[in-house]
Every structure is written in structure tokens, then in C-alpha cells.
């Protein structure tokens, strides 16, 4: 669980410092609860289930990997 936490840390360092606007990250849901209840701040949230889709809007601070504002867009499961 450890090493997951810290890629999930990874992960989120690289998401904050990119330039790109949109990412998609397609992986295990033990990942994915790592990143979400970790570096992503929502503690309380819901295990993933099979196929589903969470869309977050986020913004760092400028010049830091430091969350600013995270906001859950949809929830939908894929059929």
C-alpha cells in the first residue's frame, strides 16, 4: 500500500506540473482510491466500482504542485 500511495504522490506531481489541460487515467481502482483519498483530498469518497468514470475539475497554485480547487463533475458508470 505504501508504494502505491507514493505513486500515486508521483502521479499527481506530474499532473500539476504538466501543461496539458485534460489527462485520463485508466488503471486499478486500489490506484485510483490511492490518488483520490490521498494526494486529491477526498477521504470520505466511495470505493471505485467496475468501469466507472469520476471526472474532477482541479487547479493547482501557480508555480506549485499544491491543490488549489478540486470539484466532482460527474459520476457515471460505463454499460
Known amino acids: 500500500e ?3 500511495r507514493q505513486r500515486a504522490t ?9 501543461k ?6 485508466v488503471t486499478h ?4 482510491r490511492a490518488l483520490e483519498r ?9 470505493e471505485f466500482e467496475n468501469c466507472e468514470v ?3 475539475r482541479v487547479s493547482f497554485a501557480a508555480g ?4 488549489e480547487s478540486i470539484e466532482r463533475v460527474q459520476k457515471e458508470k460505463s454499460r
Do not use: C, M, W
Request: net charge negative; hydrophobic share 45%; charged share 25%.
Open 10 to 18: 508521483k502521479l499527481f506531481d506530474l499532473l500539476a506540473e504538466s
Open 64 to 67: 506549485d504542485n499544491i491543490l
Open 38 to 46: 490521498g494526494p486529491l483530498g477526498q477521504v470520505d469518497a466511495a
Open 29 to 32: 481502482k486500489g490506484f485510483l
Open 20 to 25: 496539458h489541460e485534460t489527462f485520463a487515467v
Open 2 to 4: 505504501d508504494k502505491v
Open 54 to 56: 469520476r471526472v474532477y
